[in-house]
């Protein structure tokens, strides 16, 4: 390898590796942790696309009713990437793992193409089009048990989501 080309290679790596670590895996103060119902689902969604930019993201935090480790507990977030709103099953924690093909199951049973991508080190199922909310709220009916009036755990990241805006 050319050593002239080797503080480029570190360089980007670094790059990916830090926008790798915003995207996926940082937690910081600036996040806002709430909870909402899956009945308002649609108002997140509409919250993300009018004030989030490339890289805001709302995570939702699926369990079923009951369970209380943290093995039970799903992952399914609401993302903007290259300008598109999406949902992405995150195959980071054990429950997604085990339920992706679940997941995928109910995704094209609502008329949802599946995608899987990759970033990094971190893989993820991603659906680009149609009723997101509507795809989130069947996930969290069918795999975990959780109705519309039910409240699930929520993280914010690049746009501001108001507990008040959701009757929890």
């Known amino acids: 390898m050319n050593s002239a080309l080797a503080p480029f290679i570190v360089l980007g790596i670094?790059?990916?590796?830090?926008?790798?670590?915003?995207?996926?895996?940082?937690?910081d103060d600036e996040s806002t942790y709430t909870q909402?119902?899956?009945?308002?689902?649609?108002?997140?969604?509409?919250?993300?696309?009018?004030?989030?930019?490339?890289?805001?993201?709302?995570?939702?935090?699926?369990?079923?009713a009951g369970a209380n480790e943290a093995?039970?507990?799903?992952?399914?977030?609401f993302s903007i990437e290259s300008?598109?709103?999406?949902?992405?099953?995150?195959?980071?924690?054990?429950?997604?793992i085990s339920?992706?093909?679940?997941?995928?199951?109910?995704?094209?049973a609502l008329g949802h193409a599946v995608n899987e991508r990759e970033t990094g080190d971190v893989r993820f199922l991603r659906v680009d089009q149609g009723d997101l909310p509507h795809l989130a709220a069947a996930l969290a009916e069918r795999l975990y048990?959780?109705?519309?009036?039910?409240?699930?755990?929520?993280?914010?990241?690049?746009?501001?989501?108001?507990?008040?805006?959701?009757?929890?």
């Open 99 to 108: 339920d992706r093909a679940s997941f995928v199951e109910v995704a094209r």
């Open 36 to 64: 909402i119902r899956i009945a308002d689902l649609p108002r997140l969604l509409r919250a993300l696309k009018s004030h989030g930019e490339e890289g805001s993201f709302a995570v939702l935090t699926l369990r079923a």
């Open 14 to 27: 670094i790059v990916v590796g830090a926008w790798v670590y915003q995207r996926f895996l940082r937690i």
């Open 83 to 96: 300008g598109g709103v999406g949902l992405d099953w995150l195959l980071q924690s054990q429950r997604n």
């Open 71 to 77: 093995a039970a507990e799903a992952y399914v977030q």
């Open 145 to 168: 048990g959780l109705g519309p009036n039910d409240a699930v755990q929520l993280m914010c990241e690049g746009f501001e989501w108001k507990n008040r805006q959701s009757a929890v």
